[in-house]
């Protein structure tokens, strides 16, 4: 902050007094009437920040950020009223003031959706329907949020219409995401998502420290217009409200006319910031990318980034620390709130946030070794075949492909007939020859559709294990096998050799797997042009036995945004309907199946329910990257001016929800 003129004022009592500086700053005080009355003059378009204190302590406390639009500001100290002795002075801040911008990120609200701050915002002009938006930082349990709910309410009925997006922001590590919605139900917040706030990440990338603090931001240029008190009221209604600052703001900027306050105290509930102790790379850091990251950021690898020294992290900390506040790294996409997963790579809250926090203090290096520079080259799957499983008996080779050096490659099919005894298998592995090109390879039986029933998938960073325990798929001769290859160039043109590995390991199975799905492969669903939230639910006919389910692996193409599956339970168990898997950002870059890490029993009469919804808009970011891809020949058909419906090419839909059981006993 650089101060150019200092101007102090007292006020005792009521009583005005004070000592002036020379012009052109003066700061007059009048208290004849309510809450102190205090008057800016000085240049105009600075930035003046007013304090209150007591002269003796020499203690100040930030009131507000005036910029004054004309040569004075006058601005109502409402805590005077019960503060009875206070001096105040003004301080010109350099002009003019940098703008402070606001980080992406992306949270999961109380309902279970996933938002990202910036998909507010779309190059296309004809999608600019969001004009500002504001982030109230909030808390259970705090008055000050309490009594300002009806308040948030109707700001957002009033602002809402004019593209105003309210979200609160709870940051607490006592919250959750039950004791939120009981919150906000009993509060009557109905029309706000409530983001829960985990790892804290935003609430410390923001600067939040107080509840109910508002943030408003401005998504063309992602600058942050107003931050601060919603309006100056000090306690449950005493001393009437005369500075109604958030409307302001919103008016304000809406208008395109100076925002000011631009800044100002917030009375509330400490936001408890859990303490963090400055990480070490050597003990803390570097583990951790090894032992969640390296898997795809090595050497010859799928990711762009090989983690394998200190400079190369440090170099890329501004991005890393983006990468993990907006969510897309570690690529793990399922609600924690759900049961759990045995190859779940996310990050774990704390883990998050210390290395954020590393990132924060400047990427310190400290002493100790440098554990990336050890990490030996991986000989492990994907680079050779899964240790844990050995060499397969089978190996069935998908044939060379020749991949170009640039552009989008559609899809391709391969079928290779297996020939041979009639066999229980027990792991299907496939090993990608050339890895940094292989986006992914599924293998299925089924000459027509590999996908209706595939037995497995190559993705970059999955880890292949067998199938569940006890549980095996039939082949017998001649059954053909059906690869769908999907490739990402690289910049240079390369080959790829990629194999399918079939074991029979171990003792003879009991149960075969059956890997099926809920599906909709016809016109009974089509999604609308430039629509942002198209839903479809089907749901799958009854079990006739008990089951154990073992995987959920749901699949859209690039319009997909979220999907859902839940166990509907007969009515005769009792049992309350219960999500399996909620994946509410999906992505289909990544294609991921789940695996519990128990099993869940359905009891017969149990059915799937499967549901998805796509973003055909310009605001779907992954939809935008292909259409503006000039080098994919089909570029022009992603565009969201189209209705689209069920097809096997990305560009069209697909409908599907895996799900993998066998018969339990
Ligand atoms: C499953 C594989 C995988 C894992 C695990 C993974 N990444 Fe990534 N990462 C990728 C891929 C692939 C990309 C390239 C962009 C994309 O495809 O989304 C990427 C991109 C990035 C980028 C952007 C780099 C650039 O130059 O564009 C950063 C930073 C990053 N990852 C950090 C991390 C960190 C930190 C971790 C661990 C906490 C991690 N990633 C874990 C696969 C992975």
Known sequence: MHLKKLLVLGSVGGILGGLCQAQPTQLSIDRNAGPARIKVQGAPNYDYTLQAGDLASSNWNFLATLTLTNSSQTWFDSASAVIPRRFYRALKLGSPTAPEYADEFRLIDHQGNSRSLYYNYSDDETYHDVTA???????NGCSNVQQMVSTINSLRANFAPQGVVFWMIDANSADNRSNIVVEANSLGITNIPIFH??????ARAYQATTTPEAVCISPSDWSIFYRGTIDDRIGSGTVPTTQNYLSNALSCFLADRTVTPRQTHTNGCAITLTSIPTPSYSTDIAPLL???????????NIAPLAMTNYAVVSNNAADIRAQILAGRMPPWHADPY???FTNDISLSPTQAAMLVKWVDVGAPRGGGPDPLTTVPPQTNYPFA?????GIPPIIIPIGNQSIPASGTIDYRTVLVPYTGPTIKVTAAVIRPGTVPVVHHLVAGTGADDALHSFMTLYVPGAYLVAFPSNTYRLLTNNTIIGFQLHYAAIGVATNDSSLLGLYTNGPAPTYPLIQTSVADDTSSWTIPANSNDYEVVRTSAAFATNI??????????TRGSRAKFEAIYPISSNLPNEILLSVPAYEFHWQTTYRFTQPKYL???????????????????ELMAVYNDLSNPNHSL?????????????WEEMFIGYYNYSVAP
Request: include cysteine; charge should be positive.
């Open 133 to 139: 938006v504001v982030l109230i930082f909030t808390g």
């Open 197 to 202: 706030d985990r790892a804290q990440l935003v």
């Open 290 to 300: 090894v032992d969640k990251c390296v898997r795809c950021h090595s050497r010859g």
């Open 338 to 340: 759900y049961q759990s």
């Open 385 to 389: 075949w899964p240790a844990s499983l």
């Open 548 to 557: 154990w389910l073992y995987e959920l692996y749901p699949h859209m193409h």
């Open 603 to 621: 009891p017969k009469g149990s059915s799937i329910r499967y549901t998805c919804a796509w973003d055909n808009s310009a605001k779907n970011k």
């Open 638 to 650: 992603y565009t969201p001016n189209t209705n689209v419906g069920w097809g096997v090419q990305t």
